[in-house]
């Protein structure tokens, strides 16, 4: 059964730049799109962008100008970067997988990380 | 961008009692409307997915249905274990951009 677990530095300062890993286990990145979903505390979900295995992206054009998705299929992960980070970026970010199976995409979310919460301050 | 808007925001029911959730979409989206059930300290976890499609393991006692802008999540009868916040999600058409509602909370 397919995990994923979400890594990375749980407090970054204001103006700099976020960066995630999301490690898959128990199956191949290949064939799937993959997902960056965020929650800020005590608020509701925002989905931030996707990757193909093969490296093609779609982003939330809210935050086009700051994302960049990454994937690396020899370590079965992919990676989030979010720059000139601010308080409103803190929040708890997901990993998730697209359902749609054999390169199909479903725009569904299953399954998730368990999430990494990341704080923006000085 | 499509919005969804989900009510009520909090529902407060007790065990073996019926939950009736809404989630309207500000233009159709046809049947590409999903739902999740969040509980505290949890990631979201898929209830279902093309307005109607139960995922995996989830219970019968669980219903969704709809189509265009009116979806409705249905909980037969609550046990303990169902109260959370539940959100819908859609994906509108390529390249899609992926929404999610507000959240309703279902509370003893």
């Known amino acids: 059964q397919v995990q994923l677990q979400e890594s990375g530095p749980g407090l970054v300062k204001p103006s700099e730049t976020l960066s995630l890993t999301c490690t898959v286990s128990?199956?191949?990145?290949?064939?799937?799109?993959w997902n960056w979903i965020r929650q800020p505390p005590g608020k509701g979900l925002e989905w931030l962008g996707y990757?193909?295995?093969?490296?093609?992206?779609n982003y939330s054009p809210s935050l086009k100008s700051r994302i960049t998705i990454s994937v690396d299929t020899s370590k079965n992960q992919f990676s989030l970067r979010l720059s000139s980070v601010t308080a409103a970026d803190t929040a708890v970010y997901y990993c998730?997988?697209?359902?749609?199976?054999?390169?199909?995409?479903?725009?569904?979310?299953?399954?998730w990380g368990q999430g990494i919460l990341v704080t923006v301050s000085s | 961008e499509i919005v969804l808007t989900q009510s009520p925001a909090t529902l407060s029911l007790s065990p073996g009692e019926r939950a009736t959730l809404s989630c309207r979409a500000s233009?159709?989206?046809?049947?590409?409307l999903a739902w999740y059930q969040q509980k505290p300290g949890q990631a979201p976890r898929l209830l279902f997915y093309?307005?109607?499609n139960r995922a995996t393991g989830i219970p019968a006692r669980f219903s969704g249905s709809g189509s265009g802008t009116d979806f409705t999540l249905t909980i037969s009868s609550l046990e303990p274990e169902d109260f959370a916040v539940y959100y819908c999600?859609?994906?509108?058409?390529?390249?899609?951009?992926?929404?999610f509602g507000g959240g309703t909370k279902v509370e003893i």
């Open positions: 999600q859609q994906r509108s058409s390529w390249p899609p951009l992926l929404t």
């Open positions: 093309d307005a109607s």
């Open positions: 990757i193909y295995y093969s490296g093609s992206t």
């Open positions: 128990g199956g191949s990145i290949t064939n799937y799109y």
């Open positions: 998730a997988r697209d359902k749609g199976r054999g390169g199909s995409f479903n725009g569904w979310f299953d399954p």
């Open positions: 233009q159709s989206v046809g049947s590409y």
